[in-house]
């Protein structure tokens, strides 16, 4: 079986160095990627909306050129394990999901999907074989559209200089940044001086 131009062994390598480890999540997740790539029309630019937040970004970061940084991926808090490709300017694409009906034949997965056994009971190795034995079986695909709303780019508009902190930030947060408005995730926040002598 390929994932992509991988091997699946050699696709096991590259998780591991992008993710930390053979995550079956971004195993998976590559075998749904790889699925819907096959379903899009060649040479269309694509966006990517992933429906959990776990695992199965890494796998469409790994293998097209959505990532979250580029922002051709968009990664939406629904919390379930499926992914849509779609082309930029008219939506239209494919979503990949993984079926429950179709796990019958595949246990270890469905320990994995459901969390029916603690991770300290799961059998790594049996799971990757299953993963690999199953590729696409365990898969739904659908065409989808997305909402117009969702194609528009939205822009940050323009940038100010926080009164408090003194950082740019986005003008339309209002007079401070979000920081400076108690949204800050910090308990401490205590500035380190430069040895090159920039700080004033
Ligand atoms: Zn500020």
Redesign the pocket.
Known sequence: MKIGRYLFEEYLDVVKSFHGFAAPGVVIGGIMVDFALEHMPEGVLFNALCETSNCLPDAIQLLTPCTIGNGWLTVNGVGLFALSLYDKSEGRGVRVFLDPKKLELYPEIRNWLFKLKPKSEQNRDLLLEQIQEAGRNICGIQHIRIMPDYLKKHSKGAIST?A??G?A?PQNNGN??K??KGESRYTDNVKISMKDGMDL
């Open positions: 926080c408090k902190c950082e930030y401070l940044c920081n400076c």
